[in-house]
């Protein structure tokens, strides 16, 4: 692999950025087509019920009003939003397009189809709809609890897990027992965009979906076999989208929007509002750990047993694989002789939990790392040390599926990242000033890259050189905002040496583009950047040997370099690819282009450890985030300024994670935080200065090195920000989000 690059390395902006600023970006919202309709969802206002009567008549009558529906007049089939490909583990049916029995506030009910927006809106209001209201099941607790009363006929128990990695050998006599339990609780994903989706079926039975979704051919594969159509009869287009952050992985609105284009034989868009998103399409699951570890007196992990609850809400969707999931992660962290997880996953009558950035990291490295700091304070350690000797090294295997961790460097981000925030200092300077306290919390939390050991992982792209020596790369990719398509175009163009503006990128589409699982577990850069890579190095072999013919030279005394093959040593003769592309094309009729599939052999860790400094008003409970430093080990950064803009997009959501954000349920199962107006996000003013740290030392696998930053960045805020609260306050507080009320009830204690 080269070592001196060109664009590999460097800043480049988004692809679409001068777009996004002038306006001129054509998103889903924008878009319309001849003679379409608008769709208006209404959504339960109980948490559980039964249906008893629904009379659509009024709103059938409002002029401009379509079609109404109900469970009545649409498919009984139920399907899996969760699910990517036919035979998926782990992806429970349990949903209907239209249900007659609510399971939360916000389930959907009736649908109409009107000429505009305000007309659908008015005939919601004219359904009047009669429920039997049931038992609700707000909380997991009381789910378990609850024999009698069952959100789903198998009742409230959706699934259960057992762990068991090592062996469990004699314990030393000197090992002391810690013992934590973290809440974490549902948040919204609070991407810019709602959700919307847009569909036609056209006279030849074709159905089109434009989708601001993350996996195209999975919205086919369940829109597909919901409708009972061909697959060839059903084609995803990936739009432009506001943003993601796990809450359009899953197929939500697509196959309600498809089956209203099929009836009503015209294009139909459905535009969710605010509230309707934050209630009605998923949140990121909360969580219950309960964690005992073994240790030494020297600090040493000895044993560790877990004990995880997950609410699922009201639908099964990817509760099931999270909870899975969580099991696995602390293994790819620390080096445990014997370690134990059992995990439930439970039905309540709450907001449908499902994918949310991380996928189950988060959650379970926020537990570890608080239960972490508490065995440090109870060893009179320095949580640094003791993390420190605990931590995987590199090559380290992973416990859980026995892949290596390949060149995890997290030792390295904690050593480097403590000695940049002048650790050591800081921790033993508590500052009391009265009504202020500062304290200081650190967090290291491991990641992965793409899904192989758990899940078939591959990508396949095409290659096709133009006339003019230009480039396009058909993918199955999709841009959530975040850079995807500009450090695949790097990959692409470091290996061809030829500038970014000769390289197009076409995203996912179903009809012309190859297939690809979508953008979600942290595999685009590991696993879709391989592809690139490697499908450019075939087309550059291409070249060179379509080169030699012209040049007179054998291939290996060629080089690719600036957009020319060049012959070694003499600078004077050279053939540009504009001139190769006219030589393949005419004298040899043939064209250059290279489709490849790339399957995924390996999964090493990502890895970050974060620093934070606190100060808390023990007058009104509120906590700044004063400054805050991250280290990544980021094994090669493709596009360094994308990187640092993850890290401090991840760091603002951690934050909010930590502090302020959490969809919150009544008793009764209401919402009680169902728009911006109760649900806070934390604001530009409120966010520190974050010094990023980047840990570059490759490793054997991914392109030149490269590791995934998208959802390590947000994984160990929370932790790091909830430990140093702790550390300010003296206190061992683990219910999240540290809301001003919380902090000021312990205190008063």
Known sequence: ???????????????????????????????????????????????????????????????GVIRVFTHLNTPKKTYSRYRIIPDQEFCLEDERLLTEKVRFVGDRVAVVVAVSKEIARQAIELIQVEYE??????????ALDDQETKIHPEGNLLHQY???????????????????????????????????????????????????????????????????LSYNKVRVIKVPMGGSFGGRQETILEPITAFLAKEVKHPVKLTLTRE?????????????????????????????????????????????????????????????????????????????????????APEIMTAIEIHMDAAAKRLSMDPVELRRQNLVHPYDFDKSSHISLGNAQVIECLEKGAEAFSWSERFTRVLDQGRFRRGVGLACAAHKNGMYGGFPEHSTMT???????????????????????????????????????????LEADTEYGPYDFGSYGSRVTYICGACAFEVAKRVKEKLLECAAYSLQKPKQYLECKNGR???????????????????AKVKDNTDIVVTHTYHGTSNPGAYAVHFAEVEV??????????????????????????????????????????????????????????????????????MPTVKTLLIEQGGDEGPYGAKSIGEIAFVPVAAAIVNAVNHALGTSMSNMPLTPEKILAVLNK
């Open 1 to 63: 692999m080269k070592k001196d690059l060109n664009y590999v390395g460097r800043t480049y902006p988004i692809h679409d950025a001068t777009q996004k600023v002038r306006g001129s970006l054509e998103y889903l919202s924008d878009m319309k087509l001849p003679k379409m309709l608008y769709a208006k969802l209404l959504l339960s206002p109980i948490a559980h019920g039964r249906i008893i009567k629904i009379d659509t008549s009024r709103a059938e009558a409002l002029p």
């Open 133 to 142: 209201a049931l038992p609700v099941l707000s909380t997991p607790e009381k």
């Open 162 to 228: 057992q762990l068991k990695l090592g062996e469990q050998l004699p314990l030393p006599d000197d090992c002391i027992d810690i013992e934590t339990k973290t809440n974490t609780q549902k948040v919204h994903h609070a991407a810019m965009e709602t959700h919307v989706c847009l569909a036609d079926f056209d006279s030849s039975g074709k159905l089109t979906l434009w989708a601001a979704c993350q996996g195209v051919f999975g919205v086919r594969t369940i829109v597909a076999d919901l409708l009972e």
């Open 276 to 360: 309707d998103t934050i209630i009605s399409t998923m949140t990121r699951p909360a969580t219950s750990s309960r964690i005992r570890t073994k240790v030494t007196k020297e600090g040493i992990l000895v044993d560790c047993s877990v004990e995880t609850i997950v609410d699922a809400g009201a639908y099964a969707t990817s509760s099931i694989d999270n909870t899975y999931v969580m099991s696995k992660k602390i293994c790819k962290l620390y080096r445990i002789p014997y370690y134990e997880h059992s995990g439930k996953t439970v039905y309540t009558n709450t907001p449908v939990a499902g994918g949310a950035r991380g996928w189950g």
């Open 463 to 505: 290659l096709k050189m133009n006339e003019d020596g230009s480039f396009i790369l058909n993918t199955g990719l999709h841009e959530l905002g975040c850079g995807t398509i500009t450090s695949i175009t790097q990959i692409a163009a470091e290996v061809l040496d030829i500038d970014l503006s000769n390289i197009t990128v």
């Open 565 to 583: 093959v060049w012959v070694l040593g003499n600078e004077q003769n050279s053939i540009s690819y504009r001139d190769i592309a006219t030589t």
């Open 617 to 686: 008003d023990t007058a009104t409970g509120r906590v700044r985030v004063l400054d805050y430093l991250a280290a990544h080990d980021i094994g090669k950064a493709i596009n360094p300024g994308m990187v640092e803009g993850q890290i401090q997009g991840g760091v603002q959501m951690g934050i909010g994670y930590a502090l302020y954000e959490e969809v919150k349920v009544g008793n009764d199962g209401s919402i009680l935080s169902s728009s911006f107006k109760n649900y806070h996000v934390l604001n530009a003013p409120d």
